[in-house]
């Protein structure tokens, strides 16, 4: 069974851009979490989705944003990009309710802004 | 909200001793899951052991256990007989089985393993 892919896995933007990153949950798993990496920070809450509905959304600006689509694919997309949003992007997927499972998390989307 | 707390930034093990990484949380409900991921250098995370709130039972996965104390709010990671591949970065994590699927992480704690 194929695990978590996101997609791209680095990529560099100027401030003021925006970014599209793309994450491929494991087949069957409906729900899809979005989390910020940052040294000393941990891994920080942005959002989750389950049936392409937003059911948790973290402590972020409203730059940051994300989707669900019907075959369980999320994006997240991060508007007028500033030098503070580089981090790695972690996608995690999990069955969803009623499972009370582990999250499986995807290898990152390497962001950097200069 | 719940916080997670790792007070090891950094630790270092002998290769085949036994290292123990520590983890507080702070949370006011009574029904939660804890978790400890792994995140090799340059690797996804992967779970290392997981227990649930209200077994008093302390997990263990082959050379990986917990000492889970509700009362204090703690939830400590012991490796035994540690291998240079479980140098890793280490995050301690928890979720309420009340408000779906957000976890809270710790930041983390890096362990080195000497051989």
């Known amino acids: 069974k194929a695990g978590v892919t996101q997609t791209p896995r680095y990529l560099i933007k100027t401030r003021g851009q925006q970014v599209t990153l793309s994450c491929s949950p494991i087949?069957?798993?409906?729900?899809v979490s979005w989390y910020q990496q940052t040294p000393g920070q941990g891994l920080q809450f942005l959002f989750e989705?389950?049936?392409?509905?937003?059911?948790n959304k973290g402590n972020f600006p409203g730059r940051f944003s994300g989707r669900q689509f019907s075959n369980s694919r999320s994006e997240m997309n991060v508007s007028t990009l500033e030098l503070g949003d580089s981090a790695l992007y972690l996608c995690?997927?999990?069955?969803?309710?009623?499972?009370?499972?582990?999250?499986?998390f995807g290898e990152g989307s390497r962001l950097t802004v200069l | 909200a719940q916080t997670v707390t790792q007070s090891q930034p950094e630790m270092s093990v002998q290769e085949a001793e036994t290292v123990t990484l520590s983890c507080t949380y702070d949370t006011s409900e009574s029904d939660y899951y804890l978790f400890w991921y792994k995140q090799p250098p340059s690797r996804q995370m992967i779970l290392v052991i997981r227990?649930?709130?209200?077994?008093?039972q302390n997990a263990t996965e082959n050379r990986f256990s917990v000492n889970f104390q509700k009362a204090a709010k703690s939830f400590s990671l012991k490796i035994s007989d540690s291998q240079l591949g479980d140098a890793a970065m280490y995050f301690c994590?928890?979720?309420?089985?009340?408000?779906?699927?957000?976890?809270?992480f710790g930041t983390g704690t890096s362990l080195t393993v000497i051989p």
């Open positions: 995690a997927s999990s069955l969803g309710p009623p499972n009370t499972g582990e999250l499986f």
């Open positions: 989705y389950f049936s392409e509905t937003q059911r």
């Open positions: 087949s069957g798993h409906r729900s």
């Open positions: 994590a928890y979720r309420s089985a009340l408000t779906g699927n957000q976890f809270y």
């Open positions: 227990q649930e709130a209200y077994k008093q």
